[in-house]
Every structure is written in C-alpha cells, then in structure tokens.
C-alpha cells in the first residue's frame, strides 16, 4: 500500500491508511515472533540532528524486532555534519548505505528538503516547532486502542502549544475525524498558532488559561512540557516553567475513564504522584509508539507483501 513514501507530514497518510498501520501494530504486538524475520538484510539510518530518547530508540527497537539492522548519529558533530555537509549530500550518501532514513532535526522544512534529494524512504522524527508524524501516529494508535475511536471526544491539550510540535502534529491529524471538540489550555503567551486553529475551521475550539475548570469534561488529557530549546531567552522559560503542573490532587476532577497522555519527556508538568493513576497511560504511549512504528517500516519497505 505504502511502500517507498516518504512521511513527512501526519496527512501523509490517508485515515484508513492510518487504521491499517494501527491494526497491523495490534497484531505485531500480539504475536511478534511471526515478524522477527520480516525486516531481514534491511538497513534502517537515524540521522538525529536533535536530542532524542523515545523516538530513535522506539525506531531502532522496532528495526532490530523485525530482523532488520540500523546505523546512524545521534549527535551530529560526530559526523561530516560538523565538517559542513549540507543535508542534501548527507542524505544522498546514506541512501547508499540503507534503505530507509529517519531524520530529527531543528529545521523546521529539513526533512521535506532531504526527502528531494533522497532515493530512499525519508520519515520526518521531528522538525523544529513543525511536525512530528510517528509521535502522531503513536499517539492516534494510542487513542485508537485505549478509547476506540478518534472521533466523539473532547481532548483538552495542555502546556507550550506554540512550539510544541507534537501537538501540531496531532491536531492536524484529527481535524479529519468527526465530533471533535479541541480544548487549548496554555498560558497566553504559548497559544496554539492561527494556522493550525485555521486548519480546525469546521471543528469546535475553546481556549483557556486555566484546567481547573474544564477538566471534568475531558475524554483526553494531552500534556506537553515547556520547549526550553525553542525560547530566545531564559528568562521568559523560567517565568512559564511550572505554570501547570497536574497533580492526584487535581485530577480528583476529572473523569473515571478520562486518559492521560504525554508524548515525553516530562519536566514538572506532571507530578510523579500521577503516575500509578490508571488514567495514566503516558509509558504504554510510549510501548504503542513501537509497535506502530514497526507497523510503517514494514508497510514503507514491503508494502502489503510482508511476512
Ligand atoms: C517530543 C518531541 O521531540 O517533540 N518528544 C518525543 O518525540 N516523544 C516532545 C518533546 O520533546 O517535548
């Protein structure tokens, strides 16, 4: 179906492409020993120009769990990058060595630019305050399995809505379900841009400062941290560090099966006393984010023809 796309963008792919890389990760997930082998003699890079925990290793974990094998940096002054080499000749120069890439990087527009020039399969990890198309699939996988359908719920999204790529990311991708109310929580100063509120025109939209009092009517929680990195300077990071932070305390509020999810990694903006509620689903996100993951290299490489 998929084979030999880049994604750059989470409308990359189509809704019902999204649902058949959500069911393949369910069945991988239930049974992986049929897949240990699918990905054989296959070489998956991760060019990461941008720190990362969760995303290269959910990639390189997903590559090694389908028989495939990875090379790549995560610190690109230990490649020629720190030489001056452009994208586009790093991206040609892997593409002689392996079969799909995945690039992280600060620039927001760097992944689309390297897919141009690239003869392999290029996934965009992450372009600076943009998009970030596999957090969107994990976390629309994630929904999928816990919730049941994207459609019909209020998501509430809480924290730096103005660099949080994630968020746009998400939002972008939902905006083709139906019944969805969107609830920005952030303090003014971080607000969801216009042109991702632009992309929402049929949906419904509120805006808040505050949790407090919308709380008791979410179906999801999604909380992001502050992007420190993303600030011009320090002083304004410090003065919204800590402007929410959601506590046991709080979420007495909320509903029963309300769920909680962050894409990570967490500063304060959740308190560990969190973590053992039920409704916290923030670490299985993070095991989704693998499976899905081997669901689209598997899909990019071999199309409908896999194990
Ligand atoms: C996110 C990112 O890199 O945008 N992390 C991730 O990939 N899970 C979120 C963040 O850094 O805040």
Redesign the pocket.
């Known amino acids: 179906m998929i084979k030999g796309r880049h994604i750059i963008e989470p409308t990359d792919l189509s809704v019902n492409e999204i649902d058949q890389l959500s069911t393949l990760a369910s069945r991988i997930k239930s049974n992986p020993e049929k897949y240990l082998d699918a990905l054989k003699g296959n070489l998956l890079a991760t060019l990461f120009y941008?720190p990362?925990?969760?995303?290269r290793f959910s990639f390189e974990a997903a590559m090694l769990r389908l028989g495939g094998q990875t090379i790549g940096f995560s610190e690109p002054n230990s490649s020629s990058v720190s030489k001056g080499e452009s994208i586009a000749d790093t991206i040609r120069t892997i593409g002689c060595y392996a079969d799909i890439t995945v690039m992280?990087h600060p620039k927001e527009g760097a992944p689309k630019l390297a897919s141009k020039r690239s003869n392999i399969p290029v996934i965009n990890?992450?372009d600076g305050g943009h998009q970030?198309p596999t957090?969107t699939l994990?976390d629309l996988h994630t929904i999928k399995s816990l919730k049941g359908t994207m459609s019909n719920n209020v998501i509430g999204f809480c924290g730096?809505l103005k660099f949080?790529?994630?968020v746009h990311s998400l939002v972008k991708a939902l905006s083709r379900y139906e019944n969805i109310t969107f609830i920005f929580i952030s303090p003014p100063e971080l607000a969801i841009p216009i042109y991702i509120k632009d992309i929402l025109s049929n949906h419904k939209i509120i805006e808040l400062n505050s949790m407090e009092d919308i709380l008791p009517k979410l179906d999801i929680l999604y909380m992001?941290?502050i992007?420190k990195e993303r600030f011009f300077n320090e002083e304004e990071y410090l003065r919204l560090k800590g402007y929410f932070v959601l506590t046991k305390k709080k979420l007495e509020l909320a509903k029963k099966d309300m769920i909680i999810m962050h894409?990570?990694?967490r500063v304060d903006e959740i308190h560990t006393n969190v973590d053992n509620d039920p409704r916290a689903v923030y670490f299985q996100q993070?095991k989704y984010?693998m499976f899905i993951r081997m669901a689209l290299i598997l899909k990019l490489l071999k199309g409908d023809n896999h194990a």
Do not use: M, W, Y
Not at 52 to 55: E, Q, V
């Open positions: 941008e990362s925990t969760r995303t992280r990890a992450g970030h957090q994990t730096d949080g790529r994630t992001t941290r992007q894409p990570l990694p993070a984010g």
